[in-house]
Nanobody, 111 residues
């Protein structure tokens, strides 16, 4: 059973930064992040493929950066210039034989 474990969430002021991590128990070809705020649909944030190509959601483009450490089966999400509307549970996602999801880590942006 593949497990994804996120870490790095927390409370940050607007304009601040956070770095999320997600460690997989197994090597996955594609990994990424989604987020879900209360009462809203799950939103795509970013994805990185095995060739290190990336894709970002429009709302986070130019502020967030996704990267991978293949030696640690870990994907990172560097979040800069955070806004209150970035507040959500951030969920790690990975694609192997099927899609896998982490439990999520809370990010709250508030003054």
């Amino acid at each position: 059973q593949v497990q994804l474990v996120e870490s790095g969430g927390g409370l940050v002021r607007p304009g601040g930064s956070l770095r999320l991590s997600c460690e997989s128990s197994w090597s996955l070809s594609t990994m990424g992040w989604y987020r879900q705020a209360p009462g809203q649909q799950r939103e795509f944030v970013a994805r990185v493929w095995s060739d290190n190509s990336t894709l970002y959601g429009d709302s986070v483009k130019d502020r967030f950066a996704i990267s991978r450490d293949y030696t640690k089966n870990t994907v990172y999400l560097q979040m800069n210039n955070l806004r209150p509307e970035d507040s959500a549970v951030y969920l790690c996602w990975g694609q192997g034989f099927r899609a896998y999801w982490g439990q999520g880590t809370q990010v709250t942006v508030s003054s």
